[in-house]
């Protein structure tokens, strides 16, 4: 190896992925260790940064290429040492000048001052932050000002947030195309509106608020039943759109997103309340070019006196607009939480919704969860789906085994995963896995599905007893 050329050694060095890998190499011989310190361009540390700035200061000298940085201290406690603070990150902004990509997460011994120095750190593009709790909007609008270059924000668990004025400056002055903002006390839907012309460029916005699961409406924060602006924004650029947890009403709120963004790829509504069937025809109408949706949905209150009225939003209507006019549908997930398979009305889609959209669109991944209505019947439909590559169903508690052996014939299937079902066995699983060949194939909470009997049935197997699943849907088992 010492007689290579260093440019073959680094090209070698290249292809290594895998940080213990690295590691191991710079034990071998000093060139080996220089070429590979130069190569490193992304470490991630934690709680085993002990002196954190004395460390951070060895780490920038040993890997002085250093673009990606990630520190996390989650599960931190106070054994393991002191944190890294503000003049460690003043250490790690002065010392990376390649300094491009950087996530802090759990920090507690970062504030204001410290975030500060980030805005030296001309070249930096992503900043992600998840529960840094001494940070405020202060501190967002130093490096909003000073880092010129940021092209994607993430805030997460933010509870300091008392002004959007980095926002504002963002949208006026910055080159943001990427933004989340999840679980942001301070920041509600109706603020984002001060965003501005910054909505032109945006490529991908994620706003998401989290709370405990409750089967009633859920109460969104930011939610203002007489807010006097209506949104008109320009945000034909946006392609990945996330909305979860939120409250909107007709010209209120994030809904106007579904009518404006023309150029939408990837979209995905978690629980939102107030979005209907004409919402999703709306969309389809003016988002051609989908490829991804992710409908996650809870039965709501609708009215009436007698039995039990509840239903999730969305019905067969929703399915048929994306089957006749997205035709580049390729991932879908439909995700049901708390509907009980004794009040099937619970789910407005139907098997014959779902089957619609299957047949219609080429659809390579499909995740079904707590679908208790899809039955054999549907897995006949999946059986003959030509381009479907890869399937997960979970909590789909009519599914039998003779459900299960018609995927043996599946043209492309090569992925399965079955969390918390429990009509099929071990026979219908493996007879499927045997005839498809398959990649790979998950099974998780299937009680009547032994570890012994789908061992060796794929390529990759993974295997749990138990799945805790989301927020402890359905239960059909």
């Not at 039990?308 to 390729?330: G, I, V, W």
Request: hydrophobic share 40%; proline share 4%.
């Amino acid at each position: 190896m010492e007689g290579l050329p260093q440019a073959l050694l680094a090209e070698i060095i290249k292809r290594i992925t895998r940080t213990n890998d690295l590691n191991s190499i710079c034990l071998v011989s000093r060139l080996l260790y220089t070429v590979e310190a130069e190569q490193r361009d992304s470490i991630r540390v934690g709680c085993g940064l002990c002196p954190a700035t004395l460390a951070i200061s060895s780490l920038c000298l040993r890997f002085p290429n250093l673009c990606k940085v990630e520190i996390n201290y989650s599960g931190w406690v106070a054994d393991n040492g002191i944190q890294l603070d503000n003049q460690g990150l003043y250490v790690l902004s002065a010392h990376c000048p390649s300094l491009t990509d950087l996530t802090l997460s759990f920090c507690s011994y970062i504030d204001d001052s410290g975030l500060g120095c980030l805005a030296c750190c001309k070249k930096l593009t992503s900043l992600r932050l998840n529960s840094v709790p001494a940070i405020s909007s202060n501190g967002l609008l130093t490096v909003a000002v000073g880092c010129k270059s940021l092209s994607a924000l993430h805030l997460i668990g933010f509870m300091n947030l008392g002004s959007v004025e980095w926002l504002e400056y963002l949208g006026r002055e910055g080159s943001l195309e990427e933004l989340v903002v999840v679980d942001c006390k301070g920041i509600c839907q109706y603020d984002l509106f001060k965003f501005g012309p910054g909505w032109m460029k945006l490529q991908k916005f994620k706003f998401e608020i989290k709370h405990p699961y409750v089967m009633e409406q859920p109460q969104d924060p930011s939610y203002m039943a007489h807010y006097q602006f209506r949104y008109d924004c320009y945000c034909e650029s946006l392609t990945v759109l996330t909305l979860a947890r939120i409250v909107t009403v007709p010209e209120i709120g994030l809904r106007f997103f579904l009518s404006k963004c023309k150029e939408l790829e990837k979209l995905s509504l978690h629980y939102v309340i107030g979005i209907y069937d004409s919402d999703i025809i709306t969309l389809s109408h003016s988002c051609s070019n989908l490829t991804s949706i992710s409908l996650r949905l809870e039965p709501l209150f609708n009215g009436g006196l007698e039995g039990r009225n509840f239903s999730t939003p969305l019905t067969d209507d929703s399915l048929k607009a994306l089957a006749l006019r997205c035709p580049m549908l390729q991932t879908v997930e439909l995700t049901f939480a708390a509907c009980k398979p004794s009040y099937p009305s619970e789910i407005g889609f139907t098997q014959e919704g779902v089957v619609m959209l299957i047949q219609s669109c080429p659809i390579r991944d499909l995740v079904l969860s707590g679908a208790n209505f899809f039955n054999d019947d549907g897995m006949k439909a999946l059986s003959s789906a030509q381009y479907l590559e890869t399937l997960e169903l979970m909590d789909c508690v009519a599914i039998t085994d003779a459900g299960m052996r018609l995927l043996a014939h599946a043209p492309r299937l090569i992925n399965l995963t079955l969390r918390q079902c429990c009509r099929f066995t071990d026979r219908g699983v493996t007879e499927v896995a045997r005839a498809r060949n398959l990649e790979s194939l998950v099974i998780e909470g299937c009680r009547r599905v032994p570890l012994k009997a789908v061992e060796g049935a794929a390529k990759s197997v993974q295997y749990k007893v138990g799945y805790p699943g989301l927020y402890g849907l359905n239960r059909g088992c």
